[in-house]
């Protein structure tokens, strides 16, 4: 398995050339007082480091020891605590928090790229200290300000982890069920009693505390989604003076033995009259919550590029060195037993899809990280744009990152042929955690309803003009020759996909359900439409820069033709299935099936 190495110079191509990042941060004065470019250098420099260094070269053994459970509590796997205490004594649990309360305040389009680090390296790792820093997020923006004092100076320490409570056993992906119960107390706080499932980093020993953030509702709330409120739920109560007191009645029933993310420990967490705090307003739980689930679902989607780009870089490796058959035009190493595999098509594609992909899902990622912080530091007209295409392009994100990670991971698999299959090349690891980010945090399928019915359908198709009107004007804008191999195909997908819009948001006036059988192809058109515009906007530096002779942006160049030529066609299928209609699906008995 190839070491782990963070792919620096796309990362600074992305944020410096592209989106012109260290000009944006100046021109907002929240952001210019925290960061520039040589601030920004340098941390990506530390965090390549540490993801490089101290994380990647645990995630193996992480991923066959897993986590221990005796007598109620979780033990991490081995070396977890050495490389956590290193990963906060750098201050990296603060990069993106609140400044007031001891946080860096660093920009999304900055810790996505450390968060990316962070998944190359070892998922199962990232997610305690992404969890930890999503729920900062929420009470820093919702929490009263005894809350934020007590604890948000701790977690931004990393002396204390967190958790996200929301699933139980009969409620998933519709948390209007839960029956978590909150009883209101005289002194203000509240008495917490539930089951939690499949909660990660509901135990460990990384920290000496957990603060656990608890979807639960009032006895007299309204019904559904509406009666549901946050709670902030210490595994260990804190007293008035910050210091650890009594234990809250918060307690590990087991661990799940899973598929994969083996090394993060995902916990059924009992809490029996523990002692919560509200975050936000009551029955507003799921708004604060997600102010932190947005976060998280960028993250995962991240999580899935995080994983695709360590296969990548395996199965190149593999690749250049493994000797198998002659290429078909002859022998391309003749004083050799064979040819490496890198002399066939196939191998070719599957390297190609997987780095077109990367690139292009790094690139959207950081254009979506712009958006948000637009939203959250920005002003006026681009403070409003930023909100409406972070809105629109959140569940992107996190299901065609995921996606287009999976596909990626089981590719690099498959370049390894039977030696993927196998446990120590490390492959079947990759495939393994990159399989849950398509779960969790909300389906796959519960995101492409998130778009296409909340926020297309929901804003009348508002939304998505947005970003249609922002591809429209680059179009528009880009007049050269040497672009036109660019921006015809893409003309012809953006017109297509504002078709597509129109088409659905009209059929679903008679019939709902055409949206609910579209809304995956549909996602899928979008993802590729909207990485079509980056790869765009990325092969017009590239050809701008050819004449430096650099072979990064001939690499570059190249792999948006392959993009335009190979990926981006999959959009034309996708179009005939999402117009297919939902009688196909729908007219037919349950019994039949
Ligand atoms: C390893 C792991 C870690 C996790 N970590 C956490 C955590 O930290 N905190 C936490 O609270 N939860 C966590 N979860 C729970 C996770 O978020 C849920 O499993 C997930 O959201 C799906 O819920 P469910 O399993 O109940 O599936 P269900 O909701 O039962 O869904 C089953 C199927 O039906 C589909 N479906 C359901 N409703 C709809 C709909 N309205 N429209 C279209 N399709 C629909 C789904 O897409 C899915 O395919 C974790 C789960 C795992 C496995």
């Known amino acids: ?3 782990y190495r963070v792919p620096l110079r796309d990362m600074n191509f992305i944020l410096y050339e592209l989106f012109k990042a260290d000009e944006i941060w100046q021109s907002i004065p929240k952001l210019a007082e925290q960061v520039d470019r040589d601030t920004a250098e340098a941390i990506l420099q530390e965090c390549a480091k540490i993801s490089e260094q101290e994380i990647a070269p645990i995630a193996r053994q992480g991923h066959e020891v897993g986590v221990g459970f005796e007598n109620g509590k979780v033990t991490t796997a081995p070396k977890y605590k050495e490389a956590f205490k290193t990963y906060t004594e750098g201050g990296w649990s603060a990069l993106g928090g ?17 968060e990316e680090m962070l998944c190359s390296a070892d998922i199962s790792f990232s997610l305690y200290p992404c969890l930890t820093a999503g729920a900062g997020l929420s009470i820093a923006k919702h929490g009263s300000e005894v809350l934020k004092e ?7 320490a990393g002396d204390w982890a967190a958790s996200m409570c929301l699933t139980e056993s009969h409620a998933g992906s519709d948390l209007g069920l839960i029956r978590t119960k909150a009883l209101p107390q005289e002194d203000g706080s509240y008495k917490i009693t539930g089951n939690k499932i499949f909660i990660t980093g509901g135990d460990h020993d990384l920290t000496e505390n957990i603060i656990h953030l608890v979807l639960a509702k009032l006895p ?9 409120s946050l709670f902030l739920v210490p595994k260990i109560n804190v007293n008035e003076d910050g210091s650890l007191g009594d234990a809250n009645n918060v307690s590990c029933g087991s661990i799940e033995h899973k598929m994969g993310i083996n090394a993060s420990a995902t916990c059924v967490m009992n809490f029996d009259d523990s002692q919560g705090f509200l975050v ?3 029955n507003k739980g799921l708004t604060c919550m997600f102010t932190m689930m947005n976060f998280e679902r960028i993250g995962v989607g991240i999580q899935g590029l995080g994983a695709a780009v360590h296969s990548y870089q395996n199965a190149l490796e593999y690749a250049k060195d493994r000797l198998q058959g002659r290429a078909l035009t002859g ?23 997987m780095k077109a992909l990367n690139e292009g899902s790094r690139a959207l990622s950081s254009y979506i990280a712009m958006q948000l912080d637009y939203a959250t530091y920005g002003t006026g007209e681009l403070q409003v744009k930023g909100e409406a295409l972070s809105a629109l392009m959140t569940p992107l994100a996190k299901a065609f990152f995921t996606d287009m990670g999976f596909e990626s991971t089981v590719a690099g698999q498959q370049i390894f042929g039977g030696h993927g299959f196998i446990r120590e090349w490390g492959q079947e690891q990759l495939v393994r955690d990159a399989r849950i980010t398509q779960i969790y945090e909300g389906t796959n399928g519960i995101q492409a309803m998130d778009l296409l019915l909340r926020k297309v359908a929901g804003s009348k198709g508002g939304l998505m003009k947005v970003f249609i009107d922002e591809v429209n004007t680059y179009i528009n804008e880009s007049t050269g020759d040497n672009m036109a191999e660019f921006i015809k195909p893409l003309t012809k997908a953006v017109t297509d996909l504002e078709k597509l819009t129109l088409h659905l948001l009209d059929k679903a006036n008679d019939d709902i359900n055409e949206l609910g059988g579209a809304a995956n192809d549909y996602l899928h058109v979008f993802g590729y439409t909207a990485m079509a515009y980056i790869w765009a906007r990325m092969a017009k530096i590239s050809l701008d820069k050819l004449v430096t002779g650099d ?12 993009y335009f030529a190979r990926l981006l066609p999959r959009r034309i299928s996708l179009i005939e299935t999402a117009k297919s209609g939902a009688e196909v699906l729908f007219n037919i008995d349950d019994e039949m099936f």
């Open 1 to 3: 398995m190839a070491d």
């Open 98 to 114: 609140d400044p007031q309360y001891g946080g860096m305040g660093m920009p999304k389009m900055l810790t996505a790229l450390h």
């Open 220 to 228: 007299d709330a309204p019904a559904g989604p509406r009666g549901i």
């Open 331 to 353: 022998a391309k190493s003749p004083n050799k037993e064979a040819d490496s595999i890198m002399v066939h098509g196939d191998v070719r594609r599957m390297l190609l899809n």
């Open 551 to 562: 072979d990064f942006y001939q690499s570059k160049l190249h792999t948006a033709r392959y």
């Open 150 to 156: 007590k604890y948000l100076t701790r977690m931004y």
């Open 280 to 282: 936000g307003e009551l």
